[in-house]
């Protein structure tokens, strides 16, 4: 069977009554980076933009978040900055509803 790149075929274990089930594996990578305005969390991004990674830059301050994504160079379709409180769980839940 060919399978498109980047997915996988599982099968239950040695049941052929099991339906096959074909997992979609995506083949951007994204990672999501708290404190990304300063310090380590900036760093991180900077370093994953780099490398390729498109970046939720998340943080309590926007203009550091800001100064972040400008500084990498990266094309705005790379990252996305979203002001978050992660000490607010209403803050987080804005933050994966607006990384959906």
Do not use: C, W
């Amino acid at each position: 069977m060919n399978l498109p790149p980047k997915t996988a075929r599982v099968t239950g274990a040695g049941s052929r009554r099991r339906p096959k089930v074909l997992i979609h594996l995506p083949s951007r990578k994204i990672a999501l980076v708290t404190g990304a305005g300063s310090g380590i969390g900036r760093a991180t991004a900077l370093g994953l933009l780099k490398v390729g990674y498109a970046v939720v830059l998340a943080g309590r301050r926007p203009e550091a978040l800001a100064a972040t994504a400008a500084e990498s160079g990266a094309a705005p379709g790379q990252f996305l900055v979203v002001p978050t409180d992660i000490t607010r769980p209403d803050s987080v839940k804005g933050l994966f509803a607006r990384t959906r």
